[in-house]
């Protein structure tokens, strides 16, 4: 067998026997782990991309498979490790251009086939020390981007904590790696302080900090060079809520360069968010938004698929800025979710138009083991921006998918 399946099967096998290796009635640390708990998860997709920057269509018919063992409690101590494989179930026809996997010529589809050791820490009253998934307040500044097949996770120490200070819940952080959504290991050191305030009816109030000094390596899979003069460190805060059957959402985000960036690396920038809505019923909401970033604003290691469009135009702000005008509604019956939104994209410098995109979802679950989903995207450009490159060119995206969950 290969060295990828030979990690497969050794990370099945100590998943499905642990319970039973660990048996017996010894105290301590052995019993911990006789009281742990296996999870499953297998995703399987067919993802259909239209893009007219491309010379040919993409077709992607891919599975993700999930082990994970998280363990019992001794003296407060826990552990989780989590395996997974990403595989191609037909033909590869579409493209991974960060890892050269596929065809090249082929719109891009970032789930190239990978086995790994997705997430491993050791728990403790609230810390976690290892490589870990990471979603903070509304991801949109950290976040493991679970859309993709592979998750985006870091390595380092996280501490939360909700009891210490009254109506006050804090996450901090230190990081020294983060693994990307196509298995890449890219350098940094983070400090991570997020704290959130529910001392507002209906309301919350969050503050945050999040400085990245990027690493000056090689990416180790494959080859590619990113240097600390693109540090920087983003401030803010974000109100969000609900009052009388209105939902309110703002937030503003300041950018600065930090450690040894430089000006070609790193702008000073800014970023806000405005959102208000309405609760039509229990489970039907609607909500009108504008975000707004500058130039240069960046945010590369948020969960991007959920901002600014699910075709995924803009991963990067684009040289004038972006301004993202969107009205969304969301729903639920029964089993059944719903979700339709409209954006209208523009320059944030001399608003120049770039692009309008209709996306829609609709979800299925069936039981407690089983969602299906059915989910599309159709960006249509703006005639009036040649100059946008890529961002000026028509994209459409279609979703089938199955999970089961156990």
Same mark, same amino acid.
């Not at 070609?264 to 800014?270: E, F, M, N, V």
């Not at 590369?300 to 959920?306: D, E, F, G, V």
């Given at each position: 067998?290969?060295?990828?399946t ?7 096998a100590?998943?499905a026997?642990a ?6 009635d010894?105290?301590g640390p ?7 708990k296996?999870t499953l998860e297998?995703?399987?997709r ?7 920057a491309s010379?040919?269509?993409?077709d992607?018919?891919t599975? %993700?498979?999930?082990?994970?063992? %998280? ?6 101590i826990?552990?989780f490790?989590?395996?997974e494989?990403?595989s191609?179930?037909?033909e590869?026809r579409?493209f991974v ?5 596929? %065809?090249s010529?082929?719109a891009v589809?970032?789930?190239?086939p990978?086995s790994?050791?997705n ?12 490589r870990q998934?990471?979603?903070?307040d ?7 981007v ?28 230190h990081l020294?790696?983060v693994?990307?959504?196509v298995?890449q290991t890219?350098p940094?050191?983070?400090e991570?302080?997020n704290?959130?305030?529910s001392f507002?009816?209906?309301?919350h109030?969050?503050?945050?900090h999040y400085?990245f000094?990027?690493?000056?390596q090689?990416l180790?899979?494959?080859?590619g060079?990113?240097?600390k003069?693109?540090?920087?460190a983003?401030?803010g ?10 939902l309110y ?9 930090y450690?040894?960036?430089t ?8 970023y806000r968010f405005?959102?208000?809505g309405?609760?039509?019923?229990k489970?039907?909401t ?8 500058d130039?240069?604003?960046k ?7 959920a901002?600014n ?7 990067a702000?684009?040289?004038?800025g972006?301004v993202?005008?969107y009205?969304?509604y969301?729903g639920?019956a029964?089993a ?7 954006h ?5 410098q001399g ?7 209709t ?6 679950k ?13 960006y ?5 921006t ?10 459409k995206k279609?979703?089938?998918?199955a999970?089961?969950?156990f």
């Amino acid at each position: 067998m290969s060295r990828i399946t030979n990690q497969i099967v050794l990370g099945v096998a100590l998943t499905a026997l642990a319970p039973m290796l660990m048996a017996g009635d010894e105290p301590g640390p052995i019993q911990a782990l006789t009281k742990g708990k296996a999870t499953l998860e297998l995703r399987t997709r067919y993802e259909h991309v239209e893009d007219a920057a491309s010379a040919k269509t993409a077709d992607a018919f891919t599975n %993700r498979l999930v082990l994970g063992w %998280r363990s019992g409690s001794w003296e407060g101590i826990s552990a989780f490790v989590q395996f997974e494989n990403i595989s191609s179930l037909a033909e590869p026809r579409y493209f991974v251009p960060q890892t050269g996997y596929g %065809r090249s010529g082929r719109a891009v589809v970032a789930d190239p086939p990978l086995s790994q050791l997705n997430q491993f820490f050791i728990e403790w009253k609230g810390l976690r020390v290892g490589r870990q998934a990471i979603n903070l307040d509304n991801l949109r500044f950290v976040g493991s981007v679970a859309w993709r097949q592979n998750d985006q996770t870091f390595t380092g120490a996280t501490f939360t904590n909700k009891t210490w200070i009254p109506h006050t819940e804090f996450t901090l952080g230190h990081l020294t790696q983060v693994q990307t959504i196509v298995g890449q290991t890219k350098p940094i050191t983070a400090e991570l302080v997020n704290l959130q305030f529910s001392f507002i009816p209906g309301g919350h109030l969050r503050v945050f900090h999040y400085a990245f000094d990027e690493g000056d390596q090689a990416l180790r899979n494959p080859s590619g060079v990113v240097t600390k003069d693109t540090s920087f460190a983003h401030t803010g805060a974000r109100l969000d809520g609900e009052a009388w059957k209105v939902l309110y959402d703002a937030s503003f985000a300041s950018q600065k360069q930090y450690k040894d960036a430089t000006d070609s690396g790193t702008l000073d920038a800014k970023y806000r968010f405005l959102g208000l809505g309405f609760r039509m019923a229990k489970d039907h909401t609607v909500m009108a938004v504008e975000e707004r970033l500058d130039a240069g604003f960046k945010t590369p290691y948020a969960t991007l698929h959920a901002w600014n469009g699910w075709v995924d135009r803009f991963l990067a702000t684009p040289a004038k800025g972006l301004v993202d005008r969107y009205g969304q509604y969301r729903g639920k019956a029964g089993a059944w979710s719903f979700e339709v939104s409209y954006h209208a994209f523009s320059a944030a410098q001399g608003g120049a138009a770039y692009g309008k995109e209709t996306d829609a979802l609709l979800g299925y679950k069936a039981n407690a083991w089983l969602t299906l989903l059915l989910k599309a995207a159709d960006y249509r450009a703006d005639a009036e921006t040649p100059t946008l490159g890529t961002a000026n060119k028509n994209l459409k995206k279609l979703w089938i998918q199955a999970q089961l969950t156990f």
